[in-house]
């Protein structure tokens, strides 16, 4: 797309990223994307006749400074998100004033949503959502456009458009980011991609000798809650994207194999966990300095951890021979990214 030179943005400074007026009321101090603790991702695209329809996965990330009783300045949720709607980008033939934004949120986030669009110039448009309560620091959702065409086509076509890279603007109460998020050629380049979400023997699409090091993502397993036969008890597994590390290659995910039994469990962030054949698949996976903390409720009496676990209990939960040459009651961990995969045991 063209330089981003006439940004206006009320009461805050003008921003480079964004070629209209965000149609929100956004704080005055403008914070780097990397210093806080949001990301986004292109998740999904579809295309009719008559609209075209982009879905944006939208996180704030677990900063350990958030939860522990430390501060940390930049970190937050995410209360309002913006999509700059530039034809160079997204196409021809789009009536981007007309956009609807819509959103899939957790259970008490967005009970209320306020959706609005502005216009700049050459035909760019942002389209953007507040949402009361704010999604909260460990949470995804999924913010959705959807644009009606100037003028219906003829039949759907075989395909979606392909569309470029996506200026998009987050906000809290004290600060807003910007951000350019990856465009897609095809399914392939979606954070849902149900192809590789459903086949849980994925090895990756290239043969790059990954590492849990190449990747800079560091996981490990918790568990919490008392385990009886009464309780229902909640292991976590926590992604932790090492500072200063190598982007990985997007789309990412993290996928736990898990028995039939303990799959009747629940997990969150909810809007970014699927599941599907013998494992839980989340979407959501941390950039470099950015944490997930992914936490899973088993069924009742089921443990992986804590003063109750032993071999069978740990084998009631985790599938068992999921990785060639996997240890007798171990759990098995896939992160899979956009150019490689590797396995890592607890």
Known sequence: PPPHTNATIPASPPDPSIDATIPFTLPGTRSAWAATNWDAQL?????????????????????????LGG???????????????????????????????????????????????????NGVHVAAVEMTPALPVNEVGVVTLTIPKTTSDASAPAAPRAIGTQAVVAWDDKQYATTDVAGASGPRDL?????VIGNTSYAGSSTKPYT????????????N??????????????????????????????????????????????????????????????????????????????SIGGAQATPESVKSVCAQGAVTGQPDATCAVQLIAGDGTVYDLF
């Open 43 to 67: 998740y999904d695209v579809q295309e009719n006749a008559t609209h075209f329809t982009v879905s944006y996965q939208v996180g704030a990330g677990f900063d350990v400074a958030c939860g």
């Open 71 to 121: 501060y940390n300045a930049n970190c937050g949720p995410v209360k309002g998100v913006g999509v700059e709607i530039d034809p160079a980008v997204f196409g021809p033939n789009l009536n981007a004033g007309a956009t609807v934004v819509t959103a899939r949120l957790p259970p008490g986030t967005g009970t209320t949503l306020t959706a609005r669009n502005s216009q700049g110039d």
């Open 191 to 195: 954070v849902w991609n149900p192809a």
């Open 212 to 223: 849990l090091a190449d990747t800079g993502v560091v996981l490990s397993l918790t568990s």
């Open 225 to 302: 809650g008392p385990v009886d036969a009464n309780t229902t008890a909640q292991f976590g597994l926590l992604a932790a994207g090492q500072p200063g590390s190598a982007p990985l290659a997007r789309p990412a995910y993290v996928r736990m194999f898990l028995t039939p039994a303990a799959l009747a469990g629940s997990g969150a962030p909810e809007v970014a966990t699927v599941e599907g054949g013998n494992a839980i698949t989340m979407t959501a996976v941390p950039r470099s300095g950015n944490t997930y903390q992914y936490l899973y409720s088993l069924p009742k009496g089921m």
